[in-house]
């Protein structure tokens, strides 16, 4: 099977940068793509990216090979149902959702099957639309392709072949291990973070005192909390079955942290440190999860006038881009005064290699 003609049923961050990185790899490639307000993909039109608009799901998507359902989960299913009297036999379709089951459950029901390919690029930014999407997000993101039982193997291949053409690093796994998996490293995570962060909210001192000095470390664990909520709450209302379940394990575990901590037994949390540094230090270092990953250093400076403005312009200087810079004042679980990111990884070891040969100390984020 060879992908030639692809449909985009939305087009967002996402569904942008796959478009922009099929346009990559395959010039010639026909892409249409459909959404309620078209003038939004003016851009992609007059860069090339896109070959046709429509303002309705209807028989321009007949032509194609590979078609892209982008909306919300929620809408996904709403739109695979106006899709399919579009869909020619041959035709293949995916989303790029961060849940499975429930777009599975909805092929099943339209008797589609043997032409679904659930599909779930784990990429993204802070960023949101069409205007930010850029192919580069998907180079070496792990990509998930969950294909029903029923769906051709060669059209498994050919999907499989064009994630890796994009850069991205494709996986096969089950709608329901997807959802599984997805839920403990990246649903829960996020559960998690804003219940920390709301705990320290409301245990905060009169004077805010904890608002004050929260830095460091706390502000790691805590940095997806700042996640859209409408977002999150599609995600874990799509999920509850497998989130509650790791839920309950999670507390489980607080419960009976909390309960050794309260005795003072001797040696138990050296053993939980220890086991979770192994564990976590095994973990690769490129940003393939569904967490995005953060490319920062951590630089010590002289506390003089116009030492973080010397650092900045230095690195400008050099062309290298910052993300975020600022001085940080609690040093409990930091080394360097001052905290620098940058968009990709690049950035960062340029900034480190140049930074050392001014003789600064500089301390890599791991």
């Known amino acids: 099977m060879n992908f030639q003609r692809f449909g985009f049923v939305g087009l967002g961050l996402i569904g942008g940068s796959i478009a922009k990185a099929i346009r990559k790899v395959i010039p010639d490639a026909y892409i249409l793509a459909y959404g309620p307000h078209p003038e939004k993909f003016a851009e992609a039109v007059k860069e090339g990216v896109i070959s046709e608009v429509t303002k309705e799901i209807n028989e321009s998507f007949t032509g194609c090979d590979l078609i892209f359902l982008c909306a919300p989960v929620s809408t996904n299913n709403e739109n695979l ?86 850069g991205a690093l494709p996986i096969i796994l089950d709608a329901k291990e997807h959802d599984y998996v997805t839920a403990a490293v990246s649903h829960v995570p996020h559960l998690i973070a804003a219940a920390l962060v709301n705990l320290v909210r409301d245990h905060d001192t009169k004077d805010c005192t904890m608002h004050q ?109 910052i993300k975020n810079i600022g001085i940080v004042h609690n040093r409990e679980f930091e080394e360097g005064v001052l905290q ?18 001014r003789a600064y100390k500089v301390y890599e984020r791991k």
């Open 213 to 321: 000095i929260a830095a460091g470390g706390f502000k790691d664990i805590t940095r997806i909390a700042s996640s859209s909520p409408a977002m999150w709450e599609a995600i874990c209302m799509s999920n509850t079955e497998n989130i509650a379940d790791l839920l309950d394990d999670y507390i489980a575990s607080l419960q009976m942290i909390s309960s050794k901590v309260r005795a003072a037994e001797d040696g138990f949390t050296y053993k939980l440190f220890e086991e979770s540094k192994e564990y976590r230090d095994s973990f690769a270092t490129q940003s393939r999860g569904p967490i995005k990953k953060v490319y920062g250093c951590y630089v010590d400076i002289p506390d003089e006038m116009g030492a973080l403005a010397s650092v900045a312009t230095y690195l400008a200087t050099h062309q290298i881009s």
């Open 81 to 166: 149902k106006l899709l399919k009297p579009y869909l020619n036999p041959n035709a293949i379709v995916t989303d790029v959702g961060s849940v499975k089951s429930p777009i599975q459950d909805t092929v099943v029901e339209l008797g589609l099957e043997s032409q679904f390919i659930g599909g779930h690029p784990m990429a993204g930014s802070e960023k949101t639309g069409v205007g930010n999407s850029d192919p580069l997000i998907l180079e070496n993101a792990y990509y998930i392709l969950a294909p029903t039982k029923e769906v051709s193997e060669d059209a498994v291949s050919a999907y499989r072949d064009l994630v890796a053409a994009c």
């Open 340 to 357: 620098i990111e940058f968009y990709e990884q690049a950035s960062l070891d340029r900034a480190i290699a140049l930074l050392e040969v």
